[in-house]
């Protein structure tokens, strides 16, 4: 049961089921949930890292686009939405 429940989150997060099957297989193998804790910490890690990286490129292509019509100067909204 707890392999399943395992495998359903590591899903519904958009892991391969290659990558789900390792991860299964690691927690067999190791029985406990050291090995497993230490592989999504790292998962967890990349995600906040490419999540604040989209983040700030999506700043960054708001005030250049900002700056292409002009907005920018005039603090009014731009047709890219509010910011």
Do not use: C, N
Request: charged share 20%; aromatic share 4%; no cysteine.
């Amino acid at each position: 049961m707890r392999d399943a429940e395992l495998a359903h989150l590591l899903r519904r997060g958009g892991q391969p089921l290659g990558t789900i099957a390792t991860v299964l297989g690691e927690l067999r193998d190791a029985g406990s949930l050291d090995a497993p804790a230490r592989t999504l910490e790292g998962w967890r890690r990349d995600l906040t890292f490419r999540g604040l990286a989209q983040l700030y490129a999506a700043g960054q292509l708001s005030i250049y686009l900002d700056s292409m019509d002009g907005s920018a100067s005039t603090g009014s909204a731009s047709k890219h939405g509010p910011h």
